[in-house]
């Protein structure tokens, strides 16, 4: 049985002490699925990723101490791509690199998972992660002279992953056509579709315990 929210706009010190300790779990799991099966070594060994959670508002509320430049643009990134679709719906899963939408450099992709409870949008799930090499004009996509953002690589401009958690695949097609490391790249993908995923079904546990009313406040 969920708990009851005790008033309606506030939540007992001791609850709010243990959402937010099962939150910072959420997103240490989603760190340690990432270490564990990204496939780049600047990944599982350097730790160059950042997973975390924002509430309905787009505002974060958990992350990992991952890299901090990482966290500090989940909320740009988010509401770049909320304002593209306007409506999520359970099952979605985007993605996106583009500097000029609130990312940092073609090679960090951020994946983004929508989180419900039956129709309701409580949360979002997301993890930046830097690939080894997304194509342009050199190995590792980080050529010293360039002179345009189309020299460093592929750059996916908020675009819909997945839909009724069904990836599409002409998607991973392209990016696996324009990288030089396409298995790399694809261990690194589902890496960070995993992570999104587990976020899901940790804070649906949540929801299962709290209601989404008390988590939503809290």
Same mark, same amino acid.
Not at 66 to 84: A, C, K, P, Y
Not at 179 to 187: H, N, S
């Given at each position: %049985? ?55 508002? %787009? ?146 546990? %949540? ?12």
């Amino acid at each position: %049985m969920p708990v009851k929210l005790q008033t309606k706009d506030k939540v007992d010190p001791v609850t709010l002490e243990i959402i937010q300790g099962k939150l910072l779990s959420v997103v240490d799991e989603m760190a340690v699925v990432m270490q564990r099966t990204s496939m780049s070594p600047v990944i599982y060994e350097v730790l160059d990723f950042a997973c975390g959670v924002c509430n309905e508002k %787009m505002e974060l509320v958990a992350q990992t101490n991952g890299i901090t430049l990482f966290t500090g643009t989940f909320s740009t990134q988010l509401r770049s791509v909320v304002e593209t679709y306007k409506h999520d719906q359970p099952g979605d899963i985007y993605v996106t690199n583009d500097p000029y939408h609130g990312g940092t450099h073609a090679c960090d992709f951020a994946i983004i998972r929508p989180i419900f409870q039956g129709s309701r949008l409580v949360a979002y799930a997301l993890n930046v992660a830097h690939w080894v090499d997304v194509g342009g004009a050199v190995p590792g996509s980080l050529p010293p002279d360039a002179t345009s953002s189309f020299q460093e690589g592929l750059r996916l401009s908020r675009i819909r992953l997945a839909r009724g958690d069904v990836i599409n695949d002409e998607i991973v097609r392209i990016i696996r056509e324009n990288t030089r490391l396409p298995d790399i790249a694809m261990g690194d993908l589902n890496a960070q579709i995993a992570t999104v995923r587990i976020a899901e079904t940790r804070i649906g546990e %949540m929801l299962e315990r709290y209601g989404a009313n008390l988590l939503t406040a809290s």
